[in-house]
């Protein structure tokens, strides 16, 4: 090519580029003004599981108020299954479509967390660019920045704190079992009394995972891919475990619960003395709500429980990203804090620093009642890590392979 001419092809690049519309640039967390002003008018899609009434009651109640402060709309795709949300972003992704996305907001969970990131199907870092950001303390909860053990580096934000408790109706089962060899003992001896949701739910698979934690030979293995350990033999107890403990449940184990919240009427209705819930405040709730006798108290096992922090995403192609971080801006705000931890509204923990809090913040939280079943700070205990997500992806699946077709 002679200079001439090739000063011709770079004329007409240049020009062609010139004329083409600039891509839009992604919303800078770190200048929080141009982000607000950006999101005024968006709407965002909130793709969150919708199985429980008070949690769409909260979301709902949160789509108000950001759209009064911030201009923001907030639509709520209530999702049977996670991954719906996820599969979608990945056929977007198939098909090119890199911008304009149909899922703007993810309430995600540890095994979807750690598949998109491997993916690269996430926006970011952006969660500890948040003004709230400034509300947490990771140093002193490990939970916020790391999910089912993969760190999050600033691809989601942490919205609530969970951890697992189990219920007893004080009137019938005033000393419930303490372990998960006690725990068996007692199904034994009181068959059909005890009730857990099937997995691959998530409750069901998380009961899995306590039970797999108490009673594999070296937990220590559990926070390394499944693949890279003894699988068999880590997992060999659990399986003689639930093999005794499966006809002892609710129906002889021919049927389970769909979800944690069916257990509530099942426990209501004296079909089951036992059950078991991933939030610690979900026992006062539902007596608030006359869903529950108020003769049920929440405990943890002796060696105790599997906690873990709810988590937010932004899809990587999402359409309304500013929106999306004001809305998880705004449910780490102590406002929104403070309603979650309220067992009148959910009773899910907070993520917030007490001393990280204005005065008057810490002050609401410590005047919060919460409730008759919760248990404080103390009771619960320092809670045990997750395992690494292909743990629950390999033990759920197993677990249907052994138990699901009954």
Do not use: C
Not at 32 to 59: D, K, Y
Not at 362 to 387: I, K, Q, V
């Amino acid at each position: 090519m002679t200079r001439t001419a090739l000063a011709l092809a770079l004329a007409f690049a240049l020009a062609f580029a010139l004329a083409a519309p600039a891509a839009e640039a992604d919303p800078d967390p770190a200048d929080w003004p141009a982000v607000l002003a950006e999101a005024r008018g968006q709407t965002v899609w909130f793709h969150a599981w919708g199985g429980s009434v008070q949690a769409n009651e909260f979301i709902e109640w949160a789509g108000a108020r950001v759209a009064e402060e911030f201009g923001v709309t907030l639509e709520h795709v209530r999702l049977a299954d996670t991954a719906d949300a996820v599969a979608r972003v990945v056929a977007e992704k198939s098909a090119g479509l890199e911008t304009g996305g149909a899922v703007d907001l993810i309430w995600i969970n540890g095994p979807n967390f750690a598949a998109m990131k491997e993916q690269g199907l996430l926006f970011g870092p952006w969660a500890e660019s948040l003004p709230n950001w400034a509300l947490v303390d990771p140093a002193a909860n490990a939970a916020l920045t790391a999910d089912f053990t993969v760190p999050t580096e600033g691809l989601e934000a942490p919205w609530a704190m969970a951890q697992v408790v189990f219920w007893h109706d004080t009137a019938r089962l005033p000393d419930p079992p303490r372990s998960m060899p006690a725990l068996l003992a007692w199904a034994e001896a009181n068959p059909g009394r005890f009730a857990f949701p099937a997995p691959p739910d998530f409750l069901g698979t998380t009961f899995l995972k306590q039970a797999l934690a108490e009673l594999t030979p070296d937990p220590a293995v559990l926070a390394r891919p499944a693949g890279e350990a003894d699988y068999a033999a880590a997992t060999a107890p659990l399986w003689a475990f639930l093999d005794r403990l499966t006809p002892q449940l609710w129906r002889g184990g021919r049927a389970y619960p769909a979800t944690g919240e069916a257990l509530k009427p099942l426990m209501a209705d004296g079909e089951i003395d036992l059950a078991l819930s991933f939030s610690p405040g979900a026992a006062s709730a539902a007596i608030a709500a006359g869903e529950l006798p108020d003769t049920v108290r929440s405990y943890v096992l002796d060696g105790g429980t599997i906690g873990n922090a709810s988590f937010l995403a932004i899809p990587f192609n999402a359409s309304a990203k500013a929106g999306a971080m004001v809305v998880a801006n705004f449910l780490m705000s102590p406002e929104a804090q403070l309603r979650m931890q309220d067992p009148a509204h959910l009773g899910w923990g907070t993520v917030l620093a007490m001393d990280r809090l204005a005065p008057e913040d810490a002050a609401a939280f410590a005047a919060l009642d919460l409730g008759p079943a919760t248990l404080s700070p103390a009771e619960l205990g320092r809670p045990l890590p997750e395992p690494h997500p292909s743990w629950m992806t390999r033990v759920a699946a197993d677990w249907v392979a052994r138990y699901g077709a009954r």
